[in-house]
């Protein structure tokens, strides 16, 4: 069993930060690609970023310069750093990680976090 646990959301104010963790536990033999998405209201899930094993990364354009990835592969954690937060960045946010479970490569699935909110708000 494999289970990504997202912490760090909440309410901010417009200009404000927040940094959310992920944090990966279970049979994991390795963690391939690690990411992060949301989900506004009444829109489609969409990319935010994602980060390769080797730290390759690339954003969605709405978040570039203001957003940050990056993951700490010896506690098996990504974080996103969040800066300049606007109204338009609030939804929840889930993480996901492609995740090899045995020595095995097809033994490799791709798994979600239960999602944290952020609400970016004056």
């Known amino acids: 069993q494999v289970q990504l646990v997202e912490s760090g959301g909440g309410l901010v104010q417009p200009g404000g930060s927040l940094r959310l963790s992920c944090v990966a536990s279970g049979t994991i033999f390795r963690i391939n690609g690690m990411g992060w998405y949301r989900q506004a209201p009444g829109k489609e899930r969409e990319l935010v970023v994602v980060?390769?094993?080797?730290?390759?990364?690339n954003y969605a354009d709405s978040v570039k310069d203001r957003f940050t990835i990056s993951r700490d592969n010896a506690k098996n954690t990504v974080y996103l750093q969040m800066s300049s937060l606007t109204p338009e960045d609030t939804a929840v946010y889930y993480c996901?990680?492609?995740?090899?479970?045995?020595?095995?490569?097809?033994?490799?699935?791709?798994?979600w976090g239960q999602g944290t909110q952020v609400t970016v708000s004056s």
């Open positions: 996901n990680a492609n995740i090899q479970r045995t020595w095995i490569r097809s033994s490799s699935d791709d798994y």
């Open positions: 980060i390769t094993s080797g730290g390759s990364t």
